[in-house]
């Protein structure tokens, strides 16, 4: 394993990149990424504990779609064997075979995320946590409350570290065989060592989500008003995270060389 350093501008092109492989077969990506979210919605229907027990499926959606990318990868440039599975299968395949890994790493998630909402949970006595955790909406007088929007933006700064810690860390488990420590310590070396990629890469992920989501609102709202919007902006958000998250698999291949062919470019 060889750990590359690069440019910022790298960051743009695992964006661009990341299109070019979900429109290259978007029924997969797609297929996977709703599955997979219908069952954390199921989970999260587990009184008590069905919200704590979807945070420990964070490193399996990453693995997830990394692997579909891979195997997409693998039939662009014709090197998969005959009968193999769709990569929607592949992708819960791959899943089944490192369950106990992904569990445990799941757990260390859980608790990361824990932590991170308890401190900022001591800037609002925890009514973003609150929120977070058992669903609800954000309203007028919440923002409102003393230290919510503080709350809410450390939460957010702290988050980035964890993600760091866990970006590649399930597909270093799943190809490399790392155990469990070494995979979450290269992880954070290989963001640490390419932030400047990284920080374009969530920069310019920023403007896409709020440049798509802000156009489809207006035009919505002008052609059939303000509920109209807001209905189909919930498609056009999950369109655009299954999209995201299958950028990550060619952040993957560029700083750890993983050995399939090059993802196709747009």
Same mark, same amino acid.
């Given at each position: 394993?060889?750990?590359?350093?690069?440019?910022?501008?790298?960051?743009?092109?695992?964006?661009?990149?990341?299109?070019?492989? /979900?429109?290259?077969?978007?029924?997969?990506?797609?297929?996977? /990424?709703?599955?997979?979210?219908?069952?954390?919605?199921?989970?999260?229907?587990?009184?008590?504990?069905?919200?704590? =027990?979807?945070?420990?499926?964070?490193?399996? =959606?990453?693995?997830?779609?990394?692997?579909?990318?891979?195997?997409?990868?693998?039939?662009?440039?014709?090197?998969?064997?005959?009968?193999?599975?769709?990569?929607?299968?592949?992708?819960?395949?791959?899943?089944?075979?490192?369950?106990?890994?992904?569990?445990?790493?799941?757990?260390?998630?859980?608790?990361?995320?824990?932590?991170?909402?308890?401190?900022?949970?001591?800037?609002?006595?925890?009514?973003?946590?609150?929120?977070?955790?058992?669903?609800?909406?954000?309203?007028?007088?919440?923002?409102?409350?003393?230290?919510?929007?503080?709350?809410?933006?450390?939460?957010?700064? =702290?988050?980035?570290?964890?993600?760091?810690? /866990?970006?590649?860390?399930?597909?270093?488990?799943?190809?490399?065989?790392?155990?469990?420590?070494?995979?979450?310590?290269?992880?954070?070396?290989?963001?640490?060592?390419?932030?400047?990629?990284?920080?374009?890469?969530?920069?310019?992920?920023?403007?896409?989500?709020?440049?798509?989501?802000?156009?489809?609102?207006?035009?919505?709202?002008?052609?059939?008003?303000?509920?109209?919007?807001?209905?189909?902006?919930?498609?056009?958000?999950?369109?655009?995270?299954?999209?995201?998250?299958?950028?990550?698999?060619?952040?993957?291949?560029?700083?750890?060389?993983?050995?399939?062919?090059?993802?196709?470019?747009?």
């Amino acid at each position: 394993m060889k750990l590359n350093i690069l440019p910022a501008r790298a960051g743009y092109l695992w964006v661009k990149s990341g299109f070019a492989l /979900f429109a290259y077969k978007p029924a997969a990506f797609i297929g996977f /990424f709703t599955s997979f979210m219908l069952m954390l919605i199921l989970l999260g229907t587990i009184p008590v504990i069905g919200n704590y =027990l979807s945070m420990l499926a964070f490193p399996a =959606l990453t693995l997830g779609m990394m692997a579909v990318g891979n195997e997409c990868v693998k039939l662009k440039n014709n090197i998969i064997l005959p009968m193999t599975p769709p990569p929607m299968l592949m992708a819960w395949m791959t899943i089944r075979r490192s369950f106990k890994p992904l569990l445990h790493m799941g757990v260390w998630f859980a608790f990361g995320f824990a932590f991170v909402l308890l401190i900022g949970a001591a800037l609002d006595g925890g009514e973003f946590a609150k929120m977070y955790m058992q669903g609800g909406g954000i309203s007028k007088e919440l923002v409102q409350k003393d230290g919510f929007k503080d709350a809410v933006l450390l939460t957010t700064l =702290l988050y980035f570290p964890l993600a760091a810690i /866990f970006w590649f860390a399930p597909a270093l488990m799943n190809w490399n065989k790392m155990p469990l420590s070494k995979s979450l310590f290269f992880s954070a070396y290989a963001v640490y060592k390419n932030w400047r990629a990284f920080g374009v890469y969530v920069l310019v992920w920023a403007g896409v989500f709020s440049v798509i989501s802000g156009t489809v609102l207006l035009i919505a709202s002008l052609v059939m008003g303000g509920a109209a919007a807001a209905f189909l902006l919930m498609p056009m958000m999950v369109l655009l995270s299954a999209i995201f998250m299958a950028s990550t698999f060619p952040t993957f291949v560029d700083c750890f060389q993983h050995q399939v062919p090059k993802v196709p470019k747009a």
